[in-house]
């Protein structure tokens, strides 16, 4: 389990990054509530959980992730500059301008991006297909991937969960940000998913479900995960809100995409300042 310090530096960058996301959504538009909700997530697998090089992205050794849930671009971007991939101000300046790798969904073109993803429900297959051909090149890697549960109402979805359990994939990771919002309302009233654990397990993966918000919870699943030569792909549902940390922001599916003007994003950005002083007890 990782010491206090460690968590309370993640707990420090889950702000930040929250901070950063949100001015990014005041340049252009970004898919801001469930960046919001996969924070907490992303936030523990950069800066505990995976090993990489920012220097030399294309590194072979480096775990991979692939985000599924392609909308979510910006929380990606924010990642990927906080972990030194590239500064946070090429970040800003660049988001969404012509010629520009910032698009709203992810490009390979950008440093740190497996691939292009944004049509939903093809990067559970994609990450088994790149775990497999760890598997068969005897490397030691793990592939993680952060799917929608909106998305998870896609077949694709599931026939990459035959799949990565059939070829023994031990070495896959899939967390789903389980927000109970897609994009014009609730999950359940769209297409039933629950019981989505029992789900999972019919399909024989490893399942945990978490506080997608604790991150000593999400630390905890990745200390727990079993070991990478395993047979069993691990699915780790983490609740979560959609909008996480910006009150007006939260579970509001209005909040799905859009932009903030300045007022708001000093606003929003007070709020989780407040919040974080609260945590410490300042
Ligand atoms: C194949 C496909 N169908 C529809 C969409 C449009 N779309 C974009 S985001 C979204 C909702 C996704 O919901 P969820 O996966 O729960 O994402 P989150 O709430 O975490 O942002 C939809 C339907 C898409 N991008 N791809």
Not at 20 to 27: I, R, S, T, W
Not at 39 to 54: E, G, N, Q, R, W
Not at 185 to 203: I, N, Y
């Given at each position: 389990?990782?010491?206090?310090?460690t968590i309370e530096r993640l707990?420090?960058?889950?702000?930040?990054?929250?901070?950063?996301?949100?001015?990014?959504?005041?340049?252009?538009?970004?898919?801001?509530?469930?960046?919001?909700?996969?924070?907490?997530?992303?936030?523990?697998?950069?800066?505990?959980?995976?090993?990489?090089?920012?220097?030399?992205?294309?590194?072979?050794?480096?775990?991979?992730?692939?985000?599924?849930?392609?909308?979510?671009?910006?929380?990606?971007?924010?990642?990927?500059?906080?972990?030194?991939?590239?500064?946070?101000?090429?970040?800003?300046?660049?988001?969404?301008?012509?010629?520009?790798?910032?698009?709203?969904?992810?490009?390979?073109?950008?440093?740190?991006?497996?691939?292009?993803?944004?049509?939903?429900?093809?990067?559970?297959?994609?990450?088994?297909?790149?775990?497999?051909?760890?598997?068969?090149?005897?490397?030691n890697h793990r592939v993680f991937?952060?799917?929608?549960?909106?998305?998870?109402?896609?077949?694709?979805?599931?026939?990459?969960?035959?799949?990565?359990?059939?070829?023994?994939?031990?070495?896959?990771?899939?967390f789903i940000d389980r927000n109970?919002?897609?994009?014009?309302?609730?999950?359940?009233?769209?297409?039933?998913?629950?019981?989505?654990?029992?789900?999972?397990?019919?399909?024989?993966?490893?399942?945990?479900?978490?506080?997608?918000?604790?991150?000593?919870?999400?630390?905890?699943?990745?200390?727990?995960?079993?070991?990478?030569?395993?047979?069993?792909?691990?699915?780790?549902?983490?609740?979560?809100?959609?909008?996480?940390?910006?009150?007006?922001?939260?579970?509001?599916?209005?909040?799905?995409?859009?932009?903030?003007?300045?007022?708001?994003?000093?606003?929003?950005?007070?709020?989780?300042?407040?919040?974080?002083?609260?945590?410490?007890?300042?």
């Amino acid at each position: 389990m990782a010491d206090k310090s460690t968590i309370e530096r993640l707990k420090d960058q889950a702000c930040e990054m929250r901070k950063n996301m949100l001015k990014l959504c005041h340049v252009g538009a970004t898919h801001i509530g469930g960046d919001l909700s996969a924070a907490d997530i992303l936030t523990v697998l950069f800066h505990y959980a995976m090993k990489y090089d920012p220097k030399n992205p294309k590194w072979e050794g480096r775990d991979r992730f692939i985000l599924s849930k392609g909308h979510a671009a910006g929380a990606l971007y924010t990642s990927l500059a906080m972990a030194g991939y590239f500064e946070l101000d090429y970040l800003f300046n660049n988001y969404r301008k012509l010629d520009s790798p910032f698009g709203e969904h992810p490009s390979d073109k950008v440093p740190g991006v497996e691939i292009p993803t944004g049509s939903l429900g093809h990067g559970l297959s994609i990450s088994t297909g790149i775990a497999l051909a760890a598997r068969l090149n005897k490397k030691n890697h793990r592939v993680f991937a952060l799917l929608g549960d909106g998305e998870s109402q896609e077949g694709m979805v599931w026939e990459a969960a035959m799949a990565a359990r059939h070829y023994k994939l031990g070495n896959l990771v899939a967390f789903i940000d389980r927000n109970g919002l897609s994009l014009d309302g609730e999950t359940e009233k769209l297409m039933r998913l629950e019981p989505l654990a029992d789900k999972w397990k019919a399909f024989g993966w490893n399942v945990m479900v978490i506080d997608g918000h604790s991150i000593e919870q999400i630390v905890n699943a990745i200390d727990n995960l079993p070991p990478v030569d395993s047979d069993t792909p691990t699915v780790i549902i983490a609740k979560t809100v959609k909008g996480k940390g910006v009150s007006c922001m939260e579970n509001d599916v209005n909040w799905h995409a859009g932009s903030i003007d300045a007022a708001l994003l000093e606003k929003c950005c007070a709020e989780l300042d407040e919040a974080r002083k609260r945590e410490r007890g300042e």
